[in-house]
């Protein structure tokens, strides 16, 4: 019964969060409009400007083009509108359907994104959770030096470093690029071409989320380890390892889910450096381009996904934290 | 053997040398030859976008009628030979025969008539200003094209380069939306190379057009463009040999001498004689204190210009004397010269009014750091402390492309650095920076600094119709002359953006377009 009424509450949530999702979205989408509006700078004028040459002509025939020269509220409406009907619109410069753009790049976005994260998630919490039960000793005082260089190390910095040392002086790593160009390979070969590409950015991107959260699962660990009910667990004769799985790790686990959560949804837009260093044809390079742009409908399409994607994350994360700890279900947490 | 004979033996030797050296280095077909492409094209036809990268790129795939040496001569490109009537109102040209599209179709006298008075009118800034000049173009035949010029325009040879002119097919665009055409993903044109396949935001392939018209051209197999967003992972990619040939800004100017040391590689500084890119600081003329001639005449004093281009530019600029580059037509190198001098600069200060306060400020001005890569901040550093020394206190503003082209468009600045290429004749390249009918409001690269001067508009104009070149040498001298005495903008540098190359590769420039050209005559040794 207890089961069934978490599972009820938990479910009521779920569909709970997705009628705010629809309304969440519109609001998202307007204050996206209106930033995006509000930084300084033409899309007309970038793109006529950037051909070396201009005239009134070509500017009016631009703005024309992509309904610039209608008032905000107009462009606001048929924009709204067009979300409504699942439309991003069309690219000013790329002069192709924003999600067209939008889908052709996520899939590398992800497969670096997500691969970074999970390693980082995996190897960091491992890290952390063994420097912290042995706080104090060697092996805790290496990882927190080494988690520490990582957090401080720039990505772009770490990226060239290791493109120095496995590209240029040691040949073994392609510098850049998702696959190798021209050549005509057989599945599984490509798959593995794929991987050798991935192995610098995913490090470079890994490294910072990795110290990120090794240090939070130490911390946590060590704050996890006081609490009275690990003593009452002690007291009550259980071994250590089934009180570091069965107690510790559980409840030290929930600020390191929290964060996690909240970066996840940074990590698919936020790949713009490592993207740029080793051209990783992703979505973070396509935002950047288009900022630069004043690409406003790519701009607005990669935010709004974005934002859904961060709800999503967000929803996950708490469902998650009740999977972990029962006592957020009934609100006692 | 005598010494005579023995020196009739080296002799035919000799002549021999240079026989055997074409032979074993000539013209092979095959390669494939991967570059650099950044930041990535939005698209690759020429004739509605004129961004560097399209160009560089488009220019491989499309053509015109001429191309131009480093000498700016006109040069065959899809016209095998041109005639010019003697009031010079028209021009003929003569195809070459046997031109096809990439998609079989053949290009005539027709496309060019089209392109040039339909589409590049329509879709194209500077070729709608060249071919508003031209009362009529015709077709008598396919291999013929007339245009009869309103009146004598001098420069109107030097119209017709891939990147002013380029051919697009009738057959594709007539009675459609040019900018909308599906098949403008397609581009299709005439050039020795043909698009395969484009990977956005990873690299576009390029393969040899086997229908070439010029016999056994294109030599190369195909052209890899990678697009390669980050300058140090360009630089990494040209030194370990992923790509072997780079241009433009692809490597900043720091990372040039260092690849001088490269054996495998040639860096030259040709190539871009017809783009003569000139560099200056640009000043708002109608706010002071920059209206004032003697303080605009006071900055072209405390620039040390030379230390500018040996410092910031590593030696690939020269310093620039007026507004028309030396590496262009009608250059007068006669002009007044403006030398290093702080106390110049300062008795000119003083002369107009402005003198230092008890902190010794005389001015705060705001410069708009261009967003163009590292060396435009450098740059603005370095013009940071030339005017600290004479007391101004140059405030460094950041901003993006689009934040910049806002404001330097709507006059909304005080300073900032401006760039442009001066085409290969002061009335394509050099007058729209300065007469008046070219004040316009939200239009960059026109006369943004607001420079009005009545006698400099009627030499502009009188040149440009005149024929006779000892007369045009005239009038640009004259126009230099008072230009240089009203320092409209302060030109800072003539910059020699690098070519660097493989050493496997040649013919890599071959003409005075450099990387823009159509690469058709470039091989693998």
């Known amino acids: 019964m207890i089961r069934l009424g978490s599972a009820a509450t938990i479910g009521l949530m779920a569909l709970s969060r997705i009628a705010q999702l629809v309304a ?93 994260f999970c390693l980082a998630l995996l190897i960091g919490t491992t890290l952390g959770a063994l420097a912290g039960l042995a706080a104090g000793s060697v092996l805790d005082t290496v990882f927190t030096v080494l988690s520490l260089v990582l957090y401080a190390t720039p990505v772009f910095w770490l990226g060239l470093m290791l493109v120095l040392v496995f590209s240029v002086t040691l040949g073994w790593l392609p510098p850049f690029g998702y696959e190798t160009i021209n050549v005509k390979l057989a599945p599984l070969e490509h798959a593995l071409d794929i991987a050798k590409h991935m192995i610098m950015p995913v490090t470079s991107l890994a490294a910072i989320y990795l110290a990120i959260y090794a240090r939070l699962m130490r911390s946590s660990i060590i704050e996890v380890a006081q609490q009275d009910f690990i003593k009452t667990a002690r007291a009550k004769g259980l071994s250590g390892p089934s009180i570091v799985v069965g107690h510790m790790l559980r409840n030290a686990l929930v600020p390191v889910v929290t964060v996690a959560g909240m970066q996840a949804g940074a990590l698919v837009g936020g790949a713009v450096v490592i993207e740029t260093v080793f051209a990783w044809p992703g979505l973070g390079r396509l935002t950047f381009d288009a900022l630069l742009q004043r690409d406003y409908p790519v701009l607005l399409g990669i935010f709004l996904i974005l934002s859904i994607v961060v709800i999503v994350l967000n929803l996950l994360t708490d469902l998650i934290y009740r999977l972990i700890d029962p006592r957020m279900t009934t609100g006692a947490a | 053997m005598n010494r005579r004979e023995f020196t009739q033996a080296m002799l035919a030797a000799g002549a021999a040398i240079p026989f055997s050296i074409t032979r074993a280095v000539g013209q092979t077909r095959g390669g494939t030859l991967n570059t650099i492409i950044q930041p990535e094209p939005p698209l690759l036809v020429t004739a509605f976008n004129q961004q560097q990268p ?89 291999l013929t094209v007339v245009f009869k010029l309103k009146q004598p325009f001098a420069p109107f040879l030097g119209c017709f380069d891939c990147t002013s002119a380029p051919i697009v097919p009738k057959h594709i665009y007539e009675g459609t939306d040019y900018r909308k055409n599906p098949l403008n993903d397609k581009a299709i044109g005439t050039g020795p190379f043909k698009l395969k396949e484009w990977v956005r935001g990873s690299h576009v392939h390029l393969v040899r057009h086997d229908g070439y018209y010029l016999k056994d051209q294109p030599y190369l197999d195909e052209i890899i463009y990678r697009i390669i967003p980050d300058s140090a992972s360009r630089a990494l990619a040209l030194e370990n040999g992923t790509v072997q040939l780079a241009q433009w800004t692809d490597v900043e100017f720091f990372d040039v001498q260092r690849f001088k040391a490269q054996k495998n590689l040639e860096v030259t500084t040709k190539g871009y004689e017809y783009f003569a890119p000139h560099q200056w600081l640009e000043m708002n ?241």
């Open chain 1, 24 to 116: 969440v979205i519109l609001v998202i989408a307007t204050f996206n409009f209106v930033l995006v509006q509000a930084a300084p700078g033409d899309p007309a004028q970038v793109m006529a400007g950037q051909s070396g040459a201009s005239d009134p002509k070509l500017l009016e025939d631009l703005r024309r083009e992509y309904g610039l020269d209608k008032p905000y509220a107009v462009q606001l409406a048929s924009y709204l509108g067009r979300v409504v009907r699942l439309d991003l619109g069309y690219s000013y410069r790329q002069r192709r359907p924003v999600v067209d753009l939008i889908l052709e790049r996520l899939p590398a976005t992800l497969l670096l994104t997500v691969t970074a």
């Open chain 2, 54 to 142: 399209t160009l560089t790129l488009g220019g491989k795939i499309y053509e015109s009628l001429l191309k131009y040496g480093a000498d700016l001569k006109p040069m065959p490109g899809m016209a095998q030979s041109w005639e010019i009537s003697p009031d010079g109102l028209t021009y003929t040209f003569k195809l070459f025969p046997n031109i096809t599209f990439h998609d079989g179709k053949p290009m005539t006298s027709e496309d060019v008539v089209f392109s040039c008075m339909k589409v590049l009118t329509e879709t194209h800034p500077r070729a709608r200003q060249n071919f508003a000049r031209v009362a009529s173009a015709e077709a008598p035949d396919p």
């Open chain 2, 285 to 525: 003329n109608r706010i002071a204190p920059m209206n004032d001639k003697r303080f605009r005449q006071a900055v072209m004093h405390l620039i040390d210009r030379d230390a500018l281009a040996k410092r910031v530019y590593f030696g690939s600029a020269k310093v620039a004397t007026g507004p028309i580059s030396s590496k262009t037509k009608f250059y007068d190198g006669k002009v007044k010269r403006y030398d290093y001098s702080i106390d110049k600069a300062k008795a000119l200060l003083d002369e107009m009014g402005l003198k230092p306060d008890a902190n010794g400020k005389r001015a705060e001005i705001k410069y708009i750091v261009p967003p163009y890569g590292e060396s435009y901040q450098r740059a603005g550093e370095f013009f940071r402390q030339s005017f600290a020394r004479v007391g101004i206190d140059l405030v460094l503003v950041g901003t993006d492309m689009a934040g910049w082209a806002e404001k330097v468009g709507n006059w909304d600045y005080e300073m900032t650095q401006n760039l442009l290429y001066q085409l290969g004749d002061p009335a394509l390249g050099v007058s729209r920076t300065y007469v008046s009918s070219n004040i316009k409001k939200g239009i960059l690269f026109s006369n943004t600094e607001g420079y009005s001067n009545p006698e400099v508009d009627r030499l502009f104009d009188e040149a440009a119709v005149t024929l006779d070149e000892a007369k045009r040498l005239e009038l640009y001298s004259k126009v230099q002359q008072i230009l240089v005495e009203d320092v409209p903008v302060a030109w800072t540098l003539e910059l020699e953006y690098p070519i660097i190359y493989d050493k496997a590769f040649k013919n890599i420039v071959s003409t005075g377009i450099g990387s823009h050209e159509t690469f058709g005559s470039v091989y693998k040794s």
